[in-house]
C-alpha cells in the first residue's frame, strides 16, 4: 500500500498526467459530440457514440509511456531505486496506479461520450441494456488499463521518452493496420495483433452483424470470442511487463 | 560503516572500478579522493545498488544495499542534485521519498528548514538554482535522519557562499556522530572538509589514511643549500640529524628549518649562494600520487602538461588555505 500511495503522489504532483486526461476526454467526448450533432440522418448509438475510443487510446498510451520515461529522464527513477531498492514492486506499485487511472479516464470517456450524445440528440435510445453495449462502454475503460500497461512496458524497456512513445505510436496506430497489406497472410496475421483483438472486445458480436459498418468503430474480424479477445490482450501486455521489469533488475539503473 | 571488498565494475573492456577495497569508519568525515573519471560515481552508485559490482561488494553496516528495510533511514545520499522532476515542487518530491520509507510527513517541513527551503518549498523545483537544488538534495539526504551520508561532488559549481555553506554543514554532521562519506576532485577542498581519505585514480585505490597523513606526506619541507663549502655545510647539517641529498651543486635538505640552516651555515662561516624553501602543495602531492592514474591526459608535451597543471594547482590554492 504504502508504494503505491508514493507512486500516486508521484503521478499526481507533475502536470502532464493531468493535461493528457484533459486531451484524452476532449479528443474522445468531442469526437462524440461531432458524430451526434453531424450525422442528422441516424441518431446515435451506444456504438457509433464510441467511435473515438482509439483517439483517447492513444493519449493514454503515451501519458503510461511518459509515466516511466520522465523517471529516466530526470533520474528520479534512481532515486525511486534508491528508497525502494526492491524494483520490481517498486515498478509493478507504477504499473498498478497507472492502469487504474487510465481505467478511469476510460469509463470517463465512454459514458461522456454516450452523455454528450444523449444532450446533443434527446430522442436517441441510449440506454445501456445488451452485454455488447456494457463492453463497449466500461469496457473502455479495461482496454485503456491494459494499453497503459503495454505502454508502460515499453517505457521500462526503452527508457527513452522519445524512442518509446514512437515504438508505441507506430506500432499501434501503424504496424497493426499495415500488416493486413502483406500478400495472403496478411489479414490472418493481423486477427492475432493485440490492439486489433482489442477493438474486438469493444466491438465484437453481437453487434457487427446487426449494425452498418459506418456505425460505430470499425468492427475486429479476430476470431476469439470478445472475452477472451480482452484476455489475449492483457496477456500479451502483462508478458511485455514481466519482460521489463526482467531487464530493469538486471541493467543498472 | 562501508566496507568495500574487491570491488569491480566493467563496461565491456573499460575497468571503471578496479579490485577496490577500503573501509568508511563511523563518526568521521571521510573524503573520496581522485581525478575525474577515477570511478568514484561509479563506486558511490554501487554502494547504493543502483549499479551492480561486475565483482566484489559493498556493505553497509554489514548489509548489501538491496537488503536494507527502508534505507532511506540508513544511508542518505546525495549523487546528483538534478534527480528532481522539474515540475514537481520541492515539498512534493520529499513527501513521496518520505512516505516510501515510513518517514513521518512533519520531517519534510524539517528538513526544508534545516536547508532553508521553506519559502520556495511549493516553487516547482525545475526553476531552482543549483545551489537551491544542491540544498534540495541534501534535504532528501536527511530526510530519513540517517546515521551514513554519501556526497558526490556536492561543492561542484556552486558559489563560494553555497560552498561554504556545504562544508560547514558536512563538519555540523560530523560533529553529530554520522558518517560522511564525501567525493571529489578537489584535495584542497577535501583537505578542509576530510578527516580520512580514501584515494583512488583509474579505478584502483591509491591510499587510504588520514587527511593529516597525507598532508604531511605532501607538505614536507625541504630547503635548497648552494654554497663554494657544500661538503662542510653537509656535514654540519648531518650532524644536526637532519636528512641531506645531493643534488647537482646544491644540497636538498630536509626535517630541518630554513632559519637554523641559515644560523648553522653563518656558525661554520660557510658563504651561502643560495638558501630557498621548496614547498610541496598538497595538489603537487596529489598530482604525484595520482599523475600515472589521470585517465585523460592532456595533449601536448609533457612541459606543457606541467605547466598546466601547475596553473590549475595554483588556481586552487587560495580555496586551500
Redesign the interface.
Known amino acids: 500500500m504504502?508504494?503505491l500511495?508514493?507512486e500516486r503522489?508521484?503521478l499526481f504532483?507533475?502536470?502532464?498526467p493531468m493535461w493528457c486526461t484533459v486531451a484524452a476526454l476532449a479528443i474522445t467526448i468531442g469526437f462524440a459530440a461531432m458524430i451526434a450533432g453531424v450525422d442528422t440522418e441516424n441518431l446515435p448509438t451506444i456504438a457509433s457514440s464510441q467511435f473515438s475510443y482509439s483517439f483517447g487510446l492513444v493519449v493514454i498510451m503515451v501519458m503510461a509511456t511518459l509515466a516511466i520515461t520522465?523517471?529516466y529522464r530526470?533520474?528520479?527513477i534512481?532515486?525511486?531505486?534508491?528508497?525502494?531498492?526492491?524494483r520490481t514492486a517498486t515498478l509493478l506499485a507504477k504499473t498498478t496506479v497507472v492502469a487504474v487511472f487510465a481505467a478511469a479516464v476510460g469509463v470517463l470517456a465512454s459514458f461522456g461520450s454516450v452523455a454528450v450524445s444523449k444532450l446533443i440528440q434527446p430522442e436517441a435510445d441510449l440506454a445501456i441494456n445488451t452485454a455488447f453495449e456494457w463492453r463497449a462502454t466500461a469496457g473502455v475503460g479495461l482496454v485503456y488499463a491494459a494499453a497503459a500497461v503495454f505502454a508502460l512496458a515499453i517505457g521500462v524497456l526503452v527508457r527513452q521518452s522519445a524512442g518509446a512513445v514512437a515504438i508505441v505510436l507506430i506500432y499501434s496506430q501503424l504496424v497493426e493496420s499495415l500488416v493486413a497489406l502483406i500478400p495472403n497472410i496478411g489479414t490472418d496475421i493481423q486477427k492475432w495483433m493485440p490492439f486489433y483483438v482489442a477493438n474486438k472486445f469493444l466491438t465484437g458480436d453481437p453487434d457487427p452483424t446487426t449494425r452498418a459498418v459506418a456505425e460505430g468503430p470499425p468492427p475486429s474480424a479476430a476470431t476469439l470470442s470478445p472475452w477472451w479477445a480482452l484476455a489475449y490482450f492483457v496477456a500479451i501486455a502483462v508478458a511485455l511487463l514481466a519482460v521489463s521489469l526482467f531487464a530493469a533488475n538486471r541493467r543498472?539503473? | 560503516m562501508i566496507e568495500a571488498h574487491g570491488l569491480t565494475k566493467r563496461y565491456g573492456k573499460t575497468v571503471a572500478v578496479d579490485d577496490l577495497s577500503f573501509t568508511v569508519q563511523s563518526g568521521r568525515v571521510t573524503g573520496f579522493l581522485g581525478p575525474n573519471g577515477a570511478g568514484k560515481s561509479t563506486t558511490m552508485?554501487m554502494i547504493?545498488?543502483?549499479?551492480?559490482p561486475t565483482e566484489g561488494s559493498v556493505r553497509i553496516d554489514g548489509k548489501r544495499?538491496?537488503e536494507?528495510h527502508n534505507?532511506?533511514r540508513v544511508v542518505g545520499?546525495l549523487?546528483?542534485a538534478?534527480?528532481?522532476?522539474?515540475?514537481?515542487?520541492a515539498r512534493?518530491?520529499l513527501?513521496?521519498?518520505a512516505?516510501?520509507?515510513?518517514i513521518p510527513m512533519s520531517r519534510v517541513d524539517e528538513v526544508l528548514d534545516t536547508v532553508g527551503l521553506t519559502n520556495v518549498a511549493n516553487r516547482r523545483a525545475g526553476g531552482f538554482s543549483l545551489g537551491m537544488s544542491q540544498r534540495l538534495g541534501i534535504a532528501?539526504a536527511l530526510l530519513g535522519d540517517p546515521q551514513v551520508l554519501l556526497f558526490d561532488e556536492p561543492v561542484n559549481g556552486l558559489d563560494p557562499e553555497g560552498i561554504l555553506w556545504i562544508r560547514r554543514f558536512m563538519h555540523r554532521l560530523a560533529d553529530e556522530g554520522r558518517t560522511v562519506f564525501v567525493s571529489s576532485h578537489l584535495l584542497s577542498e577535501m583537505a578542509l572538509t576530510a578527516q580520512e581519505l580514501v584515494v583512488i585514480g583509474r579505478g584502483k585505490l591509491i591510499a587510504q589514511c588520514s587527511t593529516e597523513d597525507f598532508v604531511a606526506r605532501a607538505a614536507e619541507n625541504k630547503v635548497t643549500v648552494r654554497s663554494p663549502q657544500l661538503g662542510l655545510l653537509r656535514t654540519a647539517i648531518g650532524q644536526q640529524g637532519a636528512t641531506v641529498r645531493d643534488e647537482g651543486d646544491s644540497l636538498v635538505v630536509s626535517g630541518m628549518d630554513i632559519a637554523d640552516i641559515g644560523e648553522l651555515a653563518a656558525a661554520n662561516g660557510a658563504v651561502l649562494h643560495e638558501l630557498s624553501a621548496q614547498r610541496g602543495s598538497l595538489e603537487e602531492a596529489f598530482m604525484q600520487l595520482t599523475g600515472d592514474s589521470v585517465e585523460y591526459h592532456a595533449s601536448g608535451t609533457d612541459a606543457d602538461t606541467e605547466a598546466a597543471l601547475r596553473a590549475a594547482a595554483a588556481d586552487l590554492q587560495p580555496a586551500g588555505k
Open positions: 504504502t508504494l500511495a508514493v503522489i508521484k504532483t507533475t502536470r502532464s520522465t523517471e530526470f533520474g528520479t534512481r532515486a525511486t531505486f534508491q528508497a525502494i531498492p526492491n543498472d539503473a | 552508485r547504493l545498488g543502483l549499479d551492480a544495499y538491496r536494507l534505507p532511506l545520499a549523487l546528483d538534478k534527480w528532481v522532476h522539474p515540475n514537481r515542487s512534493a518530491h513527501r513521496w521519498l512516505k516510501s520509507n515510513r532528501a
